[in-house]
DNA sequence: ATAACGTATGAACAGATGAGCATATGTTGA
DNA sequence: TCAACATATGCTCATCTGTTCATACGTTAT
């Protein structure tokens, strides 16, 4: 078997197979933004603050304490979470509380979740 | 409003938020793990390299090819993706054909591309 | 056996990233 | 207006990460 692409050939690659696919590649932009979202779920700080704020909206200092980290890194931390559109805040006075943006956020460490678990 | 734990507290967080939430978190390792899982989805050549696979299984160089990318770099990446249980592969004579793993890999990154759609 | 091939791997280096520190911003009450 | 407070941010550094290069490994055909 395999008697392909044996002829003047520098890649000794299976062409029917990069012939089909390669049209159904979506845009690098695209694949590009989607790293980009999960490179935000890649940390453990961030993950352990997307699961506080399962529970409950927070104010910075309450994550803060929850898990025993300094309020800078709390803060840089949601600040990358925000601009990922995967949480959102409101004030109250000088309190500013974060919580989760959508259901998505849920939904994908679901089902991280069940990966890690089988 | 929020006449709350304003007697000797050294952090002004909110009590009763802390004690609600505190018994719900998963254990350490568990986070851990589930931040390491998202990792492996949070760079560019892993994504483009399990987009390809949803299509077929393939071998390193068929990659290679499509990604534009040297055989050495997809290897590696390749690798990670094994750890994770991502994908998995199958030797046919000197070719190794790789191939995703399970569904979730395709539920994640479904997941993924509705958010940053949305 | 040995050459050719497909793939894997270790070392090295450049670039990315998370946390600490100091300080700035914005809000409230006196 | 000013002090206290909650949060944000710029800079810096130590660490981590992805790619390249050279080379090793495992398989096949001669």
Chains 1, 2 share one sequence.
Do not use: W
């Not at 692409?5 to 979506?26: F, N, S, T, Y």
């Not at 849920?106 to 991280?112: A, D, M, S």
Request: hydrophobic share 40%.
């Amino acid at each position: 078997m395999r008697e392909h692409a044996e002829c003047c050939e520098e890649l000794r690659v299976h062409p029917e197979i990069l012939e089909r696919v390669k049209p159904d590649m979506p845009d690098e932009e695209c694949l590009y933004d989607l790293a980009e979202l999960f490179k935000v779920f890649g940390d453990t700080t961030r993950i352990r603050i997307l699961y506080v704020l399962f529970e409950s909206e927070m104010c910075v200092c309450d994550i803060a304490e929850l898990l025993s980290m300094s309020q800078s890194a709390i803060s840089h931390q949601l600040r990358v979470l925000k601009q990922a559109r995967l949480v959102r805040n409101r004030r109250e006075g000088k309190t500013i509380y974060y919580f989760l943006a959508d259901e998505h956020v849920r939904t994908i460490i679901g089902q991280g979740m069940e990966h890690i678990q089988e």
